[in-house]
């Protein structure tokens, strides 16, 4: 940063955050200022420019959203701005003092089956690619082999595990089958070109999952 005049970067979370856990998005309230929306996406952090120069100088009116800047970027720029800015750097680095792992995983969003396929569907996609040949039960084997998935018996209703929890990769619907309530698997988009990946397929990505899918695709 040169000064005060200095302008923030603004930078593309979403194109870069991939190959990451997903994006954790914080919100955070600074007494008798406003709120200052953070994502943290594993080892980096960004806060909104918008929000940021709002707390700062009162420059934009909370809730502009002209894209993030990363945490040093930020911090050097708020306190090249004076007293004010300084006192709200100190708060941003208090605040993400506290932010634990128990935090970011309150702050993670589970995806929505509607944005996902269910396994059969999933199988079908994957065996499109010339090196890949599965079916449904196969591809709940080939899942539980690679620790996404588990259950305590033959009987019993597939979980996710933590890891596919963690990376988006499976999600779940609740269905009722004679009566009873269980957890559906559903495949995300991310999750589908892992599998794909962990199969050694050859083919570009698979199909994106349907928009609407149902309980019998």
């Known amino acids: 940063m040169n000064?005060?005049?200095a302008q923030l970067q603004t930078r593309d979370v979403l194109a870069r955050s991939a190959a990451l856990v997903q994006p954790r998005r914080l919100v955070a309230r600074m007494p008798r200022r406003g709120d200052l929306r953070i994502t943290i996406d594993g080892p980096y952090t960004y806060l909104n420019i918008g929000d940021l120069e709002h707390l700062v100088d009162d420059s934009v009116v909370g809730g502009d959203d002209r894209g993030v800047a990363t945490l040093p970027d930020a911090l050097d720029w708020a306190r090249d701005r004076g007293p004010r800015g300084v006192e709200v750097a100190d708060w941003v680095q208090e605040f993400l003092a506290g932010v634990d792992d128990v935090v970011l995983e309150q702050a993670h969003r589970i995806p929505s089956f509607v944005d996902a396929v269910t396994v059969r569907k999933a199988a079908q996609l994957l065996d499109a690619d010339p090196a890949i040949s599965i079916g449904q039960t196969t591809l709940f084997e080939h899942m539980a082999l690679i620790g996404w998935i588990h259950r305590?018996?033959?009987?019993?209703?597939?979980?996710?595990?933590?890891?596919?929890?963690?990376?988006?990769w499976l999600t779940t619907r609740t269905v009722i089958v004679?009566?009873?309530?269980?957890?559906?698997?559903?495949v995300t988009a991310r999750g589908l070109a892992a599998l794909q990946r962990s199969l050694h397929g050859i083919a570009g990505p698979p199909a994106e999952p349907a928009p609407?899918?149902?309980?019998?695709d």
């Open 3 to 5: 000064g005060p005049t």
């Open 152 to 168: 305590t018996g033959a009987d019993a209703a597939w979980q996710l595990t933590d890891i596919a929890r963690r990376f988006d």
């Open 178 to 186: 004679r009566r009873k309530r269980y957890p559906q698997v559903y």
């Open 212 to 216: 609407q899918p149902t309980l019998f």
